[in-house]
Every structure is written in C-alpha cells, then in structure tokens.
C-alpha cells in the first residue's frame, strides 16, 4: 500500500479463503514480495495517483497493434453503461463494427453497429445461436 517499489506480479498463489455467511476474508491478505507490507491491486480508481500505468500502456501497445492488422474487426462489449463511459468510448471510437450488449442502456451511434436490449448471457448465447445458423 506504500507504493516502495514499481514492481508488478502475478496474483496467481493468493488463494483467499472466504466466510461467504459473514462476507468476511479468513485468510492473509496479500503482501508486497519487496517489503512485506500490504499489497494493493494495481487497478486504476478515481483519484488514485498510486497505480503503476507500465503494465496497461504495453497492453493498450499491444492492443492497438493487433487491431491494425485485423481486416473486419467486430468489437462485443457486454454491460457497459453510461454512468462510467470508458468502455463505450472505446467500443465507438475503434475501427470495426460494435455489438452492444445491455439490458437498460443498448444504445449506439447511427451506422455503428447494433444494440441488444437484453442481459449479457441471453445475448451471447443468441449470437452464438445466428453465427451457427449461418
């Protein structure tokens, strides 16, 4: 939580153990390999200057480098809403088609792809039930 080192490791050997009655985790927390201290996720909240950026600019690199190179992309964003827009702005700025899969919110812009008013299950499995009858 104190942020000594830029490192970032697998989470992989952290196994919690969960009192599902009593919401409560029973097990260690995790801790930083380098001091020992708290570990925190490296996920990216309002307002935290702590999150170490490294990992997700060399996966949005890699990102933008596989989609140059597919000839028809087809973007499925499942359950994004408008109260925090990040994903739909992604889904809407990429070269491609976008299926939008939301129950409340299935809206897109014109000649951008399609929405489905429905949760993300039931429209997977109805896209996986049109490209089988193709």
Known sequence: MRGCSDAIWPAADFAPEIDEEKCLLRSALPVC??????????????GDWGWIESRQQAQTAALHAWLKQMKRPVIVEIGAGTTIPSVRHFGEAARGALIR???TEPGLPKGKGFGLRMGGLEGIR????????M
């Not at 390999?33 to 309002?46: D, Q, S, T, V, Y």
């Open 101 to 103: 899969i939301n129950p």
């Open 33 to 46: 390999p380098c001091c020992k201290g708290l570990a925190r996720p490296n996920i990216l909240m309002f």
């Open 126 to 133: 109805r896209l996986r039930d049109a490209l089988a009858a």
